[in-house]
């Protein structure tokens, strides 16, 4: 019979709040940079002429439509060799988690403003607004109510994405587990502790994404 023992886990804590602040790390810089991403492609795509919305359509379909395993491990194996830099694990995890999330905001970003009625647009060019002012005061507001709970969600899976990040030798939290268990061979308890600790910071954004869903539903 297997015995539990979560003390011998203590000489590591250091390496697993230091693997869980790089999750965290990588979660709100590649959120951020999505979102920029994002937003970008997402108003392109609803304003742009064809032949701009095409080639924006397929990088969207290559993200959303391959693993993200192999888009970091071809960002960290192929893109230096094709562009001639050399590239550090941080930034190749940097670029894939980005250029991921933001294939998915750009959808996002893209319903929420085609959601809004065509007669918001129609309503302030009539009293004298430009095209941007109409996006800035008028749609992007009201399309934000509809975007906000996909947001939260695209988030929560993002942070649960930083995971991959360990295969290219990234200090994340699935990574020191993975050299604690080495050192320490325990590894039911090492993963255990991390699986505790994924829980306990996404837990709290599943309610928040359950809460705005329902405020949403009510609003609308």
Not at 69 to 97: E, K, N
Not at 164 to 171: D, F, H, P, R, W
């Amino acid at each position: 019979m297997y015995v539990w023992d979560f003390a011998a886990l203590k000489p590591y804590w250091g390496l697993i709040w230091q693997g869980l602040l790089v999750t965290v790390y990588y979660t709100v810089t590649t959120v951020v940079a999505g979102l920029a991403i994002g937003l970008f492609v997402g108003i392109l795509r609803t304003t742009a002429p064809r032949w701009v919305t095409v080639p924006l359509r397929l990088y969207i379909e290559v993200f959303r439509c391959t693993p993200l395993l192999v888009q970091l491990i071809w960002v960290y194996y192929a893109l230096p060799v094709l562009i001639g830099v050399d590239m550090s694990p941080a930034m190749a995890c940097f670029i894939a988690l980005s250029l991921y999330a933001g294939s998915f905001y750009a959808e996002i970003f893209r319903g929420g403003i085609e959601a809004v009625d065509t007669g918001q647009w129609e309503a302030g060019r009539a009293i004298g607004m430009r095209r941007g002012k109409i996006f800035r005061r008028i749609v992007l507001p009201q399309a934000t109510q509809v975007m906000i709970p996909s947001f939260i969600n695209q988030t929560i899976m993002q942070l649960k994405n930083t995971s991959l990040v360990s295969v290219v030798a990234v200090g994340d939290l699935l990574y020191q587990g993975t050299v604690i268990t080495a050192s320490s061979y325990k590894p039911l308890e090492v993963y255990t502790t991390i699986a505790v600790l994924y829980f306990v910071v996404l837990f709290p954004l599943t309610l928040v994404a359950d809460r705005v869903e329902l405020k949403m539903g009510a609003h609308r």
